[in-house]
């Protein structure tokens, strides 16, 4: 039998910085583990677009479906904030989410104990946390029709619609639902029922799929801007969070940040299941490109190897090797090893990006 592929995508910024580590970690995992992988790399976003005039070409969206997995850095940069809409480095994330049909973006929000005091917020107040993230990502707002900015007699008016329907609201739900039972048991709902009847539809709809076929979850429900608030005041309440496609954008960053780093966060985008069996995938950390930082050597890589960690666990069924992973990373951090994004003034010296794969590698080594 063949080897599981994994298709990389470094992207743009610090994304071929951070996947450079990341490699290291598969290479690692073939020779020491024996959990070999066939890894092809292509481009996506501002690189792809400089290449061949798009952020995304057939050919690469066509890789990406065929793959057990994607893999993918960064996209995006100032140099290509003056593009048309239809061909920025965004657009081609965009398409790959859409037509790999990825509806479930898991982004877990955990409080690595020796960055506890890195959080913005009180360090009981996020010291062991570990929420999840489970946001719409193929649909709401990102996608709704009609949309565009049209002339309405003399002045422009800009339009974007949010559409859900029952269908795509029950399957993320459900993936919520699923994940919540491999957890704590409880899922908080976020939507805007107060003002957005796709809000009043998504309620009903998750509340529904609950008393059908989830009974055993502990369900609540909560207005979106409630929600960001209560994130703030006392995060450790939620388990499992499940909203849509730009609450979720929002309310995970929100989320991430509690933890202390960007820099730290994994996610996976999951969708239906392929002949294999194994889900339609692509893993990526939640961090953006960082064009600010690019190229100095100062881009922390964990966010990008935890992602790995994630396909390792959703992908390949591989939980034990991803804990492995995953602890290898904590160890590193508990030794002290920060790179500069995890420092406060008058820490003394940062480790690289290259430093801190290095660290990785060698607590993976010793955990054998
Ligand atoms: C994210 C990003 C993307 C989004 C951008 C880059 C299109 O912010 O993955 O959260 O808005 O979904
Ligand atoms: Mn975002």
Redesign the pocket.
Known sequence: MSNPSLLILPGDGIGPEVMAEVRKVIDWFGEKRGIRFDVSEDLVGGCAYDAHGTPLTDATMAKAQEVDAVLLGA??GPKYDKLDFSVK??RG??RL?KEMDLFA?LRPAQCFDALADFSSLKKDIVSGLDIMIIRE?TSGV?FGEPRGIIKEGNERVGINTQRYTESEIARVARSAFELARKRSNKVCSMEKANVMESGVLWRDVVQEIHDAEYPDVELSHMYADAGAMQLTRWPKQFDVIVTD?LFG?LL??LAAMLTGSLGMLP?ASLGLPMANGRPKALY?P?H?SAPDIAGTGKANPCACILSFAMALRYSFDLGDEATRLEKAVEKVLADGVRTADLMQSGDGTSASTVEMGQAVIAALDASL
Do not use: I, M
Request: hydrophobic letters at 30%; charged letters at 30%.
């Open positions: 996209v995006g480095p965004e994330l965009l989410r973006n990502l990102y496609n954008d995970s960053d996610s990526e939640v953006g």
